[in-house]
T-cell receptor, first 112, second 115 residues
Framework: GENVEQHPSTLSVQEGDSAVIKCTYS??????FPWYKQELGKRPQLIID?????GEKKDQRIAVTLNKTAKHFSLHITETQPEDSAVYFC???????????FGTGTRLLVSP | NAGVTQTPKFQVLKTGQSMTLQCAQD?????MYWYRQDPGMGLRLIYY???????DKGEVPNGYNVSRLNKREFSLRLESAAPSQTSVYFC??????????????FGSGTRLTVV
């Protein structure tokens, strides 16, 4: 089955800096890669996703890139703000967009 | 539009007790899921239901059972709770039909402690 590894486990940046979180996946058949943000005590919420036929996708200050050859994908957050502080999870699936396999999460701390 | 509703939000059980976690969605999604979240381990799939009338095991199904009661409802049952089942449980739903948003919608979670 699919296996997703996520790095780093924690990331501290200053407000205004960029943050990058990286994930690798094992199954070359995986075709859908979402990213979720989970604030303390809250539910995970989808922030951006990418499908395997696209190399990059942007939404304001966040972007996701996908390298199918290397089987890795990354989340990029520019001009970070304190409200970006949260745990971020990557995920992948090879089963028709269902049954996501999640990474272990990255705790992002943005200091003012 | 409530999205995904989970009950209860908190529960304390004694070892050996049983309980059922309830989940309902009002988005007409076909697929529903139960995940558990433990520190440092991300979200792990317990069971899922690709459509009404079907259920299948995920990564960590031992000690759990599920029922897809109808298209809206998907319950998770612990028959004999163990301390290792102390965790935060999330229900989620999704719609994988072509052209729709594929992302999961999560419920607010159930924090379960087994003593």
């Amino acid at each position: 089955g699919e296996n997703v590894e996520q790095h780093p486990s924690t990331l501290s940046v200053q407000e205004g800096d960029s943050a990058v979180i990286k994930c690798t996946y094992s199954d070359s058949a995986s075709n859908y890669f979402p990213w979720y943000k989970q604030e303390l005590g809250k539910r995970p919420q989808l922030i951006i996703d990418i499908r395997s036929n696209v190399g990059e996708k942007k939404d304001q200050r966040i972007a996701v890139t996908l390298n199918k050859t290397a089987k890795h994908f990354s989340l990029h957050i520019t001009e970070t703000q304190p409200e970006d502080s949260a745990v971020y999870f990557c995920a992948a699936t090879n089963t028709g967009f269902q049954k996501l396999v999640f990474g272990t999460g990255t705790r992002l701390l943005v200091s003012p | 539009n409530a999205g995904v509703t989970q009950t209860p939000k908190f529960q304390v059980l004694k070892t050996g007790q049983s309980m059922t976690l309830q989940c309902a969605q009002d988005m007409n999604h076909n697929s529903m899921y139960w995940y558990r979240q433990d520190p440092g381990m991300g979200l792990r799939l317990i069971y899922y239901s690709a459509s009404e009338g079907t259920t299948d095991k995920g990564e960590v199904p031992n000690g759990y059972n599920v029922s897809r009661l109808n298209k809206r409802e998907f319950s998770l049952r612990l028959e004999s709770a163990a301390p290792s089942q102390t965790s935060v449980y999330f229900c989620a739903s999704s719609d994988h039909r072509q052209g729709n948003n594929y992302g999961y919608t999560f419920g607010s979670g159930t924090r379960l402690t087994v003593v």
